[in-house]
Every structure is written in structure tokens, then in C-alpha cells.
């Protein structure tokens, strides 16, 4: 069995920009087996040009969304909004949660609020736990939205012969 364990790549936030990218790469490698090459050929650029941009942690906004689609990772875009005090959360697709989310957010919140209470004893890093408290805050704004979709009526387009447009 192995001693190494698995990255909670959903809970990571990242500090810099460079380490955005960064951190963008090393989710496609381990989880979506994407070597440098291909991400660069996914974003339409140069290995050579990909590695200068990663390196000096310099990416022109036009390449950063196709950079992020191939990777998976939204983390520039996280490190931006969190730098501005603001949240992202995900386009509601109205979809249920399934259990095992909702038991995962729930361990996620006990987490956090245990984290607090480390803080409160003089026992966590207060950025560390800021920057939990912001994850989990979207991950319940991205689940309220799930859940007021859901309540929506669904509109549906009737273009049957009965219901044409008449004049």
C-alpha cells in the first residue's frame, strides 16, 4: 500500500499566479495524463513557448482560458477573483447532488469548522483557514444554486401542429 497520499485537488488555493499555472499543469500530468506537449498542442501554442510562460508565470489572458480547459483547473481565474475578495462558483446544471457529494461537503464543513476552532487555540495558519473558509463557501453557494434551479419550472417549447402561429 502506499504511503503517498492522493491530492484534494478541489481544495487548493493557490498564492500566486505562477503557482496557479503551476498547479493548472501538475493536475493535467496526474490526473488527465497530459504530458507539457499536449497541453501546449491544446492551447495552441509551442512546448517552448508553454514552458517560458509557465516559468516566468506570465500568460496573456487569450491563452488562459483555453489553458485552463485543457487542464481542468480553474486556478488562475481563483487566484484573480479570491485577490479581489470575490468567489466563483459553478453554473448551476440542475442536476440532484448525489449522496456521496453531499456526505463529502459535509465532512468538508466539519473540517473547516474544526479548522476555526484550531485557529481559535492558537493552533492553525489563519490564511490556511481563510482560505478553507472561502472553498467551502463556494461549494454551498455552487449547491444553493443547484438547489433553485431544480425549483425552477422547467420551460418547455411546444412546436406542435395545434399550436402554430396563426395570423
Not at 510562460?53 to 489572458?61: I, K, T, V, Y
Not at 492553525?124 to 483557514?129: E, G, H, L
Request: glycine share 4%; hydrophobic share 40%.
Amino acid at each position: 500500500m502506499s504511503s503517498i497520499k492522493r491530492r484534494q485537488w478541489s481544495r487548493i488555493m493557490p498564492r500566486s499566479l505562477p503557482e496557479s499555472l503551476q498547479l493548472c499543469k501538475e493536475h493535467a500530468q496526474s490526473t488527465r495524463q497530459m504530458s507539457v506537449p499536449r497541453i501546449a498542442d491544446r492551447c495552441g501554442m509551442s512546448t517552448d513557448m508553454l514552458y517560458k510562460r509557465l516559468g516566468s508565470g506570465d500568460m496573456p489572458a487569450s491563452l488562459l482560458i483555453p489553458y485552463m480547459a485543457a487542464t481542468g483547473r480553474v486556478y488562475p481565474l481563483m487566484y484573480m477573483a479570491h485577490s479581489l475578495d470575490k468567489l466563483i462558483v459553478d453554473m448551476p446544471k440542475g442536476k440532484k447532488a448525489s449522496h456521496s457529494n453531499l456526505t463529502h461537503l459535509n465532512q468538508f464543513a466539519n473540517q473547516v469548522i474544526g479548522l476555526i476552532m484550531q485557529l481559535e487555540e492558537g493552533g492553525a495558519n489563519a490564511q490556511y483557514v481563510a482560505d478553507q473558509i472561502v472553498l467551502l463557501m463556494e461549494n454551498l453557494a455552487a449547491q444553493k444554486l443547484e438547489v433553485e434551479k431544480q425549483a425552477e419550472p422547467q420551460t418547455c417549447l411546444d412546436f406542435s401542429p395545434d399550436n402554430e402561429f396563426k395570423e
